[in-house]
């Protein structure tokens, strides 16, 4: 075997196994090579980049309102992991429940006002399964009537906020922000982003006659942050108003102003 | 940004050490793009929520054998939920290797300020996959859809080896085209 076909021999390895098309032979022995061989790792990154960017494009769409508890119920109901040298399995340590938290709900509308996203996330308590289903009505009537109010896109070079969208020459927005009809604010992101490891997203809003901008609040893990209504109403959301989030410290910007990159920036239509 | 796969990689360090909030953290920022990655080869809501529960009960348990030299963490997860789908088709004798027409790109164009640094990473795919051709079909039904070598062989008439130099190729051309 010549050294061209040796390295298609190893893409197909590698393809195989991330595409689950190995046995369980052919797996181990992917395993073992790629403990040993770094240059064999870093074309599985590669590939596995390839793959995870058409998983990308994969619409997504909400988990049921009942997708947690009942998760939770299988978790609890599996026998213990078995992890030799580690601490047994604990609680979250969050609430009385591990589920009993603000979750995300995804629900996807389709496209609105002709070129932006319908997708909608909002936040939700649920409190034990009886609220599940109210719960979920009410949030469904919230996220119906969500109104888009602007597109926020990657800085581009010069530094200069983009005036508004255009079809022209599209890019691709990062996070929307949209006015829900309760007057809450959801900014939330078009696909999975966050913060870098000890890092928090942090959101801005800057009014046009504003001399600087004022913090909305830190996103949560899935990169969204909803405004509330009376929070809302004073930050505004005129035409032209800017938003932007940003990547800061653990705990938020140290100074009161953004500190760190801008990750996208967007004006209100 | 850059430290994305970091991120996953953490999250699964603490479902091994048996940290339910990581696994929570997980579902927060991945919960619903896997659950489209199981409709695509599910082609069912409901049965696509069972096998990502089963693929995060897996995740969640085998979370100790994540090593870096096994991928990102983020593509570990959605290489074990994946398979869940894929196990959870089979089952259900479904009918993998109807492919069915790419879906709009999900992702809007929203803004333009006339900076080539802002077109996307998904941009740039599609115009890679246009230029796939007749291979962008073979790509997407395995990748996307979870069709298997063997059925596409059968639906081809062609060798599983041929099935394989198809993906690699297509893999590689896109590869080439997005550097």
Same mark, same amino acid.
């Given at each position: 075997m010549n050294d061209q076909s040796r390295v298609q021999a190893d893409d197909d390895l590698l393809i195989g196994y991330l595409l689950q098309e190995l046995d369980a032979e052919g797996q181990s022995v992917v395993l073992r090579r790629l403990e040993a061989e770094p240059e064999l790792a870093g074309r599985l990154r590669s590939y596995e980049a390839l793959l995870l960017s058409l998983?990308? @494009? !994969?619409?997504?769409?909400?988990?049921? /309102?009942?997708?947690?508890? &009942?998760?939770?119920?299988?978790?609890?109901?599996?026998?213990?992991?078995? @992890? +030799?040298?580690?601490? +047994?399995? @604990?609680?979250?340590?969050?609430? +009385?429940?591990?589920?009993?938290?603000?979750?995300?709900?995804?629900?996807? &509308?389709?496209?609105?006002?002709?070129?932006?996203?319908?997708?909608?996330?909002?936040?939700?308590?649920?409190?034990?399964?009886?609220? !599940?289903?109210?719960?979920?009505?009410?949030?469904?009537?919230?996220?119906?009537?969500?109104?888009?109010?602007?597109?926020?896109?990657?800085? +581009?070079?010069?530094?200069?906020?983009?005036?508004?969208?255009?079809?022209?020459?599209?890019?691709?927005?990062?996070?929307?922000?949209?006015?829900?009809?309760?007057?809450?604010?959801?900014?939330?992101?078009?696909?999975?982003?966050?913060?870098?490891?000890?890092?928090?997203?942090? !959101?801005?809003?800057?009014?046009?006659?504003?001399?600087?901008?004022?913090?909305?609040? =830190?996103?949560? &893990?899935?990169?969204? =942050?909803?405004?509330?209504?009376?929070?809302?109403?004073?930050?505004?959301?005129?035409?032209?108003?800017?938003?932007? =989030?940003?990547?800061?410290? &653990?705990?938020?910007?140290?100074?009161?102003?953004?500190?760190?990159?801008?990750? /996208?920036?967007?004006?209100?239509? | 940004m850059e430290a994305e796969t970091d991120w996953h990689a953490e999250q699964l360090a603490g479902c091994a050490r048996g940290d339910q909030a990581c696994l929570e953290r997980l579902i927060d920022r991945e919960g619903a793009w896997l659950k489209g990655v199981c409709i695509r080869i599910l082609k069912d809501a409901s049965a696509a929520e069972d096998a990502l529960q089963e693929g995060l009960l897996r995740v969640w348990g085998s979370a100790a054998q994540y090593r870096t030299t096994r991928g990102s963490g983020r593509g570990w997860i959605y290489t074990v939920v994946r398979h869940s789908a894929c196990r959870a088709a089979r089952d259900r004798r479904l009918e993998c290797s109807k492919t069915q027409p790419w879906d709009p790109d999900w992702m809007e164009d929203c803004a333009d300020h006339g900076s080539a640094d802002a077109a996307s990473a998904l941009g740039r795919l599609d115009g890679c996959l246009e230029q796939l051709g007749a291979g962008r079909q073979i790509l997407e039904a395995v990748v996307v859809e979870g069709v298997r070598y063997a059925d596409l062989a059968q639906q081809h008439g062609r060798p599983l080896n041929t099935i394989k130099t198809w993906v690699r190729r297509g893999l590689q051309k896109l590869k080439e085209c997005m550097t």
């Open positions: 998983a990308d @494009r !994969v619409e997504p769409v909400a988990l049921s /309102a009942e997708f947690r508890l &009942a998760l939770e119920e299988r978790l609890h109901s599996a026998q213990p992991i078995e @992890r +030799p040298g580690q601490q +047994p399995a @604990r609680k979250s340590g969050r609430g +009385p429940g591990f589920w009993s938290l603000i979750q995300p709900i995804w629900p996807w &509308a389709g496209p609105s006002a002709g070129f932006a996203l319908g997708l909608s996330v909002a936040v939700l308590l649920l409190p034990g399964p009886d609220a !599940v289903s109210l719960r979920a009505q009410q949030q469904a009537q919230l996220l119906s009537e969500a109104r888009l109010l602007a597109a926020l896109t990657p800085l +581009p070079s010069g530094g200069l906020a983009p005036a508004g969208p255009s079809m022209s020459s599209p890019v691709v927005a990062r996070w929307v922000v949209e006015q829900l009809s309760d007057g809450s604010l959801l900014i939330r992101p078009v696909r999975p982003l966050g913060a870098s490891a000890g890092r928090v997203l942090q !959101v801005w809003t800057k009014a046009p006659d504003a001399e600087r901008p004022t913090s909305l609040g =830190l996103a949560r &893990a899935d990169g969204s =942050l909803r405004v509330l209504p009376e929070q809302a109403r004073q930050a505004g959301a005129v035409e032209g108003q800017l938003f932007e =989030l940003t990547e800061e410290p &653990a705990g938020g910007s140290p100074t009161g102003l953004p500190t760190g990159p801008v990750l /996208a920036i967007g004006r209100v239509m | -």
